[in-house]
């Protein structure tokens, strides 16, 4: 039942596609190409259109224009046999709250007309996978809302997927329960399954995508490896303090390169080698010593700087 | 069309495994309805009419009794529970990941509220036979009649659930529809004897009236043309406003 897609093709290939919502456009004329095999992460800010690309994908919202393949089939045409090979793991929990897990897993395998022994089978494999067992048999709406994302998920793996789509997974969820579904999505994508997963936390998505692309007002913004988005669109090093913007030109002069991003009293300054950067500023503050964090770039520096609006860069 | 019966009947299941859990809940206030009226209104009032269409009126109510269970078997099952999938349990949302499509979503839920239309009026039927109040083998006919009242009231119920902004809107739904209807659908009277001439085209359209005619009919063993024109009516009319229900359930399933 789960044959991997051909490793060369493309699970998913969006070309130009919009929605327009009113006089809105949700998306618009994104296109997005996600290979097989991967974890393939949509990211961007709250409303930039990513659960409309999911939904285009999957087929429940129509496309204002542009074409969308998924398996190399057209969504618009062939709704029922790209379904019956997806998953989709919805925002919001969709679980029969009066029911088991258990049984919440029977009712969502007959969705795709799986029959006993296989319904039964697929349902048991899936409560140990998602370590459902100890409340296999408890109503839904009694359970934490850790243990309600981990069927919901189940729930999508029912059909054993060749892509996966999950909609921000882990968001609400404590620690414990992100690590114990990443390694799960880890697991799935080294079995051959295609990952597509949307999400806020950039940390998540820098463990977990091997692609990312960044969307914003409803457009891909940028897009690749999470370690080359760090290395092409920002710098390695960055170098974290508090300054006023009057106290900034001072503390900085003739520190021309990269990028800086400022949110309030705090700057961030991208750069390949932070040494020379700290010394300058130790010698402005003259003994003063203030406080400086010297981290790696991570994925985060990169969307914000795409994407917040008090970015500045220098020229 | 895009309808598929095996993915309709997995909607179908979906509600009635639900329903085995609850249906001890369920089925108490439903069934129970039609018995009181029937023993209360059929026995109490009954005691001082003599006569009416030809027989007691405890038999005359009985026919008519059948179509009020059915109508509020469907009703309930296509009013508040369709409104808690669609809204609150996001059901609709979870089967659109999955090779469900919006047609098997209606044809699935219409199954089940005839399903429920069916354990109604079936039940109350059950208690007529028992209690001597259905000739046989003449009112056997009414077998026929239940599915398709639950068919009509799944229909309309359908429309209405699709389109309207909060669930309170569903006491209008049966204070000012399923209540009149109930009322001035020859159930307890016959309307031909009461209304006077124009009034009678104009109750030609209250949709009980039709399944009511046919379940009279049924137990009376009498079939005139007006069986063509209700039965005309109870599935033509079905058939159109489940054309409207499907184009409602597309716009709220998909966009």
């Not at chain 1, 596609?17 to 097989?36: E, H, M, Q, Y």
């Not at chain 1, 850790?146 to 969820?173: H, K, M, W, Y």
């Not at chain 2, 949302?93 to 079936?122: F, K, N, Q």
């Not at chain 2, 009112?139 to 239940?146: A, N, P, Y």
Request: proline letters at 5%; hydrophobic letters at 50%; charged letters at 20%.
């Amino acid at each position: 039942m789960n044959k991997p897609a051909s490793s060369a093709a493309l699970v998913v290939e969006a070309r130009g596609i919009s929605k327009k919502f009113g006089d809105r456009f949700a998306v618009d004329n994104l296109d997005l190409d996600v290979p097989a095999q991967v974890c393939f992460g949509l990211l961007g800010p709250n409303g930039a259109g990513k659960t409309t690309t999911l939904r285009m994908i999957y087929g429940v919202t129509r496309a204002t224009s542009g074409t969308i393949r998924v398996f190399g089939m057209d969504i618009g045409r062939h709704l029922r046999a790209v379904r019956s090979r997806l998953g989709v793991t919805l925002q919001q929990n969709a679980l029969i709250e009066a029911l088991s897990p258990k049984e919440n897993l029977l009712v969502f395998g007959r969705y795709h007309l799986l029959r006993e022994p296989e319904l039964s089978r697929r349902t048991e494999e899936l409560i140990d996978f998602l370590e459902l067992r100890s409340h296999a048999h408890v109503p839904v709406r009694q359970l934490s809302g850790g243990f309600q994302r981990r069927l919901a998920i189940a729930l999508s793996l029912v059909n054993c997927p060749e892509l996966l789509i999950l909609d921000e997974p882990t968001t609400g969820l404590d620690p414990a329960v992100r690590l114990a579904l990443w390694s799960r999505v880890r697991e799935l994508r080294a079995a051959g399954t295609t990952v597509l997963i949307t999400t806020h936390y950039m940390d998540e998505a820098q463990r977990l995508c091997d692609q990312v692309a960044i969307v914003s007002a409803g457009k891909v913004i940028a897009a690749g490896a999470p370690a080359e988005l760090i290395r092409t669109r920002v710098a390695p090093e960055t170098v974290e303090f508090d300054c006023t913007p009057s106290e900034e030109a001072a503390l900085l002069d003739g520190v021309a390169q990269g990028r800086r991003l400022r949110v309030g009293r705090r700057l961030m300054l991208y750069v390949d080698d932070a040494t020379d950067l700290i010394e300058q500023i130790r010698r402005h503050d003259d003994g003063d010593r203030r406080p400086i964090i010297v981290r790696p770039t991570n994925l985060e520096d990169v969307y914000l700087s795409l994407t917040g609006t008090s970015l500045e860069a220098n020229p | 069309m895009s309808l598929s019966l095996p993915y309709a009947l997995a909607v179908w299941r979906r509600n009635a495994v639900m329903y085995k859990r609850t249906w001890k809940w369920n089925i108490l206030p439903n069934f129970f309805e039609p018995v009181l009226y029937l023993f209360s209104i059929g026995i109490g009032v009954g005691a001082y009419i003599s006569e009416i269409g030809g027989t007691s009126y405890i038999a005359f109510l009985a026919p008519g009794l059948i179509c009020v269970a059915a109508m509020n078997g469907a009703s309930f099952e296509v009013t508040y529970n369709i409104y808690v999938r669609l809204v609150f349990e996001k059901a609709y949302d979870a089967m659109l990941t999955t090779p469900i499509e919006p047609d098997d979503v209606l044809a699935g839920e219409v199954l089940w509220a005839v399903t429920r239309a069916c354990i109604y009026g079936g039940c109350f039927f059950i208690v007529l036979l028992l209690f001597g109040l259905a000739p046989l083998p003449s009112s056997l006919w009414v077998i026929f009649v239940i599915p398709i009242t639950g068919l009509l009231f799944a229909a309309i119920g359908m429309v209405f659930s699709l389109r309207i902004p909060n669930i309170d809107m569903f006491s209008f739904y049966f204070t000012l529809f399923l209540t009149p209807l109930f009322l001035f659908s020859d159930v307890f009277f016959p309307l031909k004897e009461r209304l006077a001439g124009p009034w009678l085209w104009v109750a030609e359209a209250l949709p009980l009236l039709h399944p009511v005619r046919l379940a009279r009919a049924s137990f009376n063993g009498e079939f005139s043309v007006t069986v063509l024109w209700d039965l005309a009516y109870t599935l033509g009319m079905s058939l159109l406003l489940l054309l409207w229900a499907r184009r409602g359930v597309r716009d709220r399933l998909t966009n």
